[in-house]
């Protein structure tokens, strides 16, 4: 029989350990790589879907990890569309302003 006072071993709070260097940047890995998308979006953006499609495609089929930069291939190419959506739109209402205004 045991005592009502007595502490259950399952309600014990578990103890929490700070995060290691490795997993803070594992934390903030697919914030680097969408810059990284963003930057080749500027830079060259006739061939930046392609080009972020190989490099990611490479990384991860060529290699035993399914992830680079924290992405996968399928979050990576999800991402560069989103990025071209979002130019695309931005373009499209600084076009839309500038016309208003002439």
Not at 26 to 49: E, H, K, N, S
Request: no cysteine.
């Amino acid at each position: 029989m045991t005592e009502p006072d007595a502490p259950d071993a399952a309600e014990t709070p578990p103890q929490l350990r700070p995060p290691t260097p490795l997993e803070i940047l594992d934390r903030y890995m697919p914030v680097v790589a969408v810059g990284a998308m963003i930057v080749t979006f500027l830079a060259i953006f006739q061939f930046a879907i392609p080009l972020i499609g190989f490099v990611w495609l490479g990384a991860t089929r060529l290699t035993s990890n399914r992830k680079f930069l924290g992405l996968t291939l399928t979050e990576a190419l999800a991402w560069s569309a989103t990025i071209v959506i979002g130019i695309f739109l931005l373009s499209l209402s600084l076009y839309a302003l500038g016309a208003r205004a002439d």
